[in-house]
């Protein structure tokens, strides 16, 4: 018992990152039955932002910068790439959205030359090494779950209690009837990926805290993983989202303590092929009923 | 008022309307009767702002809506119940009448509108935290015109309310429109049950393939050998 605990906590804390990330894929696909496959590039990209912003600027103003150009950056992904094609057929938004993680990878790899950046100034605090059980971990493995479940808490709250999440419940079901009570459905949209970009950003931010550098395919693991979660949680359902990505976390890490490490990711994988087969709507996913 | 010109919508290469025409007077009930695919829902689609006009002018108390956004056209006092009701079956009645009130931000009337609602649909009061989904077809129509008065419009559009109700729960919902009326809201009613609209009409339009063919009084058309034939059926 006492040499699995280090692994669940890290579970824990590999599951909140996974969160954090997979809840954009899942509130994108609510509202636009999208599977925004530049969001883990939108992920890497924070990581990139934080190398280059915290050695060029104080922290105080790197950790904002981050968020505020990683936000910006989902907004205008949304705004080039997606919104043109509102009335397309799904398949072209799909192609899109291949296209933007590609560019986005492209753009990276100019930038940084295809050299991965080290994470020379790591952020403070939560990078100091801590004693836990006897082994010696960074403070971000027990930060990351406590923030996540704080962020997840705060948006729920916003959705089922404030004005915007009452529009964006009600443009995920029906765009039109929502259009028809005043609700603008672009700015709506606009603010799914938003927040999606806000909390990859965050859970960026924690992820590449625990890493040595960050490259442009950085971003393809966790981002493939993440929406493993989402799937496995049923995808557009946000607790299913979080529910989901603990669970991949922890499988993850117990399989390692156990000394299987290779087949972690394999294990992930898998366990999308056994949810699709079996459970297709995923743990907490709607029910598809067709009105008659 | 609203006046309507030469309007003209296609979609998809079809021509939906082929330039209509019509008039709908404040604090009438104006009904627009017709066969499937008559064009009757484009035409509230249209003054809703859901549907883009190729041409023509759509004209409220001397204001064009014409290329509005569907906001401004709600909140210039028009608002619509859709066909097929379109309750948010996952929210509760509650947050279904007050998701109407999107647009306004005066809490306190509101609340009034709100208990407005309410008195008009008792039975939406009694089941407010149930969710919309589980309602029967005429609470949810009732939902679906409460959720429109909760924008407090002065034109209110109701796109086919007695659609799959049982006989006795479509009187209702009409006797409902005519007090929603005599409390000051002009109505613009399309339907297919083309008696009781006829019945209740101060104004009624006749649209046949994207044209409106005939016009007159509810009791001129409900009294026409024409209407009769096409309409009501033989006997009535």
């Given at each position: 018992m006492q040499e699995i605990l280090p692994y669940l906590i890290n579970g824990i804390s590999v599951g909140g990152q996974y969160a954090l990330i997979a809840i954009g894929y899942t509130l994108v696909y609510g509202i636009l039955?999208?599977?925004?496959?530049a969001h883990g590039d939108v992920f890497m990209v924070a990581g990139l932002i934080m190398v280059y912003a915290t050695t060029a600027m104080p922290m105080y103003l790197a950790l904002p910068l981050v968020l505020v150009v990683t936000v910006l950056l989902g907004f205008l992904i949304e705004r080039v790439a997606y919104k043109p094609l509102?009335?397309?057929?799904r398949m072209s938004l799909m192609i899109s959205a291949i296209g933007v993680s590609y560019l986005i990878q492209n753009l990276a790899f100019y930038i940084t030359g295809g050299v991965p950046q080290p994470v020379?100034?790591?952020?403070p605090w939560i990078s100091e090494n801590v004693e836990l059980f006897g082994q010696s971990t960074k403070r971000v493995t027990l930060v990351t779950p406590v923030l996540t479940i704080l962020l997840v808490v705060a948006l729920v709250y916003l959705i089922n209690h404030t004005k915007i999440g009452m529009a964006m419940r009600a443009a995920a079901k029906d765009f039109e009837t929502a259009q028809l009570m005043g609700i603008k459905i672009n700015a709506v949209i606009s603010m799914t990926f938003v927040i999606g970009s806000f909390l990859a950003a965050v859970g960026a931010m924690l992820y590449f805290t625990n890493y040595p550098s960050v490259s442009i395919t950085s971003g393809g693991m966790p981002g493939l993983k993440a929406f493993v979660a989402a799937v496995f949680g049923g995808i557009g359902s946000i607790p299913g989202a979080v529910v989901g990505a603990f669970v991949i976390g922890l499988c993850e890490e117990i399989i390692k303590g156990l000394g299987y490490t290779t087949f972690s990711d394999a294990f992930t994988f898998a366990l999308l092929i056994v949810v699709l087969c079996v459970?297709?709507?995923?743990?907490?996913?709607?029910?598809v009923t067709d009105k008659v | 008022m609203l006046k309507i010109e030469n309007l003209h919508v296609s979609y998809g290469g079809i021509q939906?309307?082929?330039g209509i025409s019509l008039e709908v007077p404040d604090g009438k009930i104006v009904t627009l009767i017709g066969a499937n695919g008559a064009g009757k829902s484009t035409t509230l689609r249209t003054i809703s702002g859901l549907v883009k006009a190729s041409s023509g002018s759509i004209q409220w108390n001397g204001e064009?809506?014409?290329?509005?956004p569907i906001d401004q056209i709600i909140s210039a006092g028009i608002a619509m119940s859709p066909e097929g009701r379109?309750?948010?079956?996952?929210?509760?009645v509650l947050e279904n009448l007050r998701i109407g009130a999107y647009?306004?931000?005066?809490k306190a009337e509101i609340q009034k509108d709100l208990e407005w609602v309410y008195q008009l649909f008792p039975r939406l009061q009694e089941r407010s935290?149930?969710?919309?989904?589980?309602?029967?077809g005429g609470e949810q129509q009732m939902l679906a015109v409460g959720r429109a008065l909760m924008s407090r419009p002065r034109l209110m559009m109701l796109d086919e309310?007695?659609?799959?109700?049982a006989p006795l729960v479509v009187q209702d919902i009409f006797s409902i429109i005519r007090e929603i009326n005599r409390q000051g809201v002009t109505v613009l009613l399309v339907e297919q049950n083309a008696n009781m609209a006829l019945r209740c009409a101060d104004l009624a339009y006749v649209l046949e393939t994207g044209n409106i063919t005939m016009s007159g009084s509810g009791q001129e058309l409900l009294a026409d050998e024409r209407v009769k034939e096409a309409y009501l059926g033989k006997n009535s």
């Open positions: 039955r999208l599977i925004n496959f509102r009335s397309a057929p020379t100034n790591p952020i459970r297709p709507t995923g743990l907490f996913g709607e029910k | 939906a309307l082929r064009e809506l014409l290329g509005k379109r309750v948010f079956a996952d929210m509760t647009l306004r931000k005066d935290w149930q969710l919309a989904g589980t309602l029967s309310p007695s659609l799959g109700l």
